[in-house]
């Protein structure tokens, strides 16, 4: 079935930093794919999204590629601050069915 | 803007005792779904409802029941608490089945059974 990889957390970073975390999925469709992010103690928000191969998603200086090639869409940011501090989520949506991956915990210290 | 809300935020119960957690959403959404957390195996789908009057299985449906309410709120039920449902629930509610881009979260309930 359709499932999602992500690097295994827990992230810690300094502030300035540059962030990546991986994410390689499989799929038998052509699924969109997401990243959401979740702040402490909170629930889950749509971080950026890709709906087709070659597409780009980016929102609050994030950006993630859809790189059907590779089977991957890594989540990057040039510069954390300490308010990314948070857990991410990747994301796979196909035939109406979204399935995340296990979530990687980034800490940004100032 | 309340968006989705659950409650109880916390709860303790004992092997075998039984509770309810409910959610309800005022965005006028059509489809709701249960999701519970666990370390290290991101969300897994509990039960989900498409639109008012309907409730699918999802991954994970095993212990538990859910009631499509009305269109606003959906509940979920655990007859018989088990230590292995210690986890974090989550429901959301997006515009309609497949619409995750506008999927939205509340903020979870922490489950523990002891």
């Known amino acids: 079935g359709d499932s999602v990889t992500q690097m295994e957390g827990p992230v810690t970073l300094s502030e300035e930093a540059f962030l990546t975390i991986n994410c390689t999925y499989t799929a038998t469709g052509y699924p969109s794919l997401f990243w959401y992010v979740q702040y402490p103690g909170e629930g889950l928000q749509l971080l950026l999204k890709?709906?087709?191969?070659?597409d780009k998603g980016s929102n609050k200086g994030f950006e993630a590629t859809y790189r059907k090639e590779t089977t991957s869409f890594h989540l990057e940011k040039g510069s954390v601050q300490v308010s990314d501090s948070a857990v991410y989520f990747c994301?796979?949506?196909?035939?109406?069915?979204?399935?995340f991956g296990a979530g990687t915990t980034v800490t940004v210290r100032a | 803007n309340a968006g989705v809300t659950q409650t109880p935020k916390f709860q303790v119960l004992k092997t075998g005792q039984s509770m309810t957690l409910q959610c309800a959403q005022d965005m006028n959404h059509n489809s709701m779904y249960w999701y519970r957390q666990d370390p290290g195996m991101g969300l897994r789908l509990i039960y989900y409802?498409?639109?008012?009057?309907?409730?699918d299985k999802g991954e994970v449906p095993n212990g538990y029941n859910v009631s499509r309410l009305n269109k606003r709120e959906f509940s979920l039920r655990l007859e018989s608490a088990a230590p292995s449902q210690t986890s974090v629930y989550f429901c959301?509610?997006?515009?309609?089945?497949?619409?995750?881009?506008?999927?939205?979260f509340g903020s979870g309930t922490q489950l523990s059974v002891l």
């Open positions: 890709a709906t087709k191969a070659d």
């Open positions: 409802s498409a639109s008012e009057g309907t409730t």
């Open positions: 959301a509610s997006s515009g309609g089945q497949g619409a995750y881009e506008k999927l939205f």
């Open positions: 994301a796979l949506e196909d035939d109406y069915k979204l399935s």
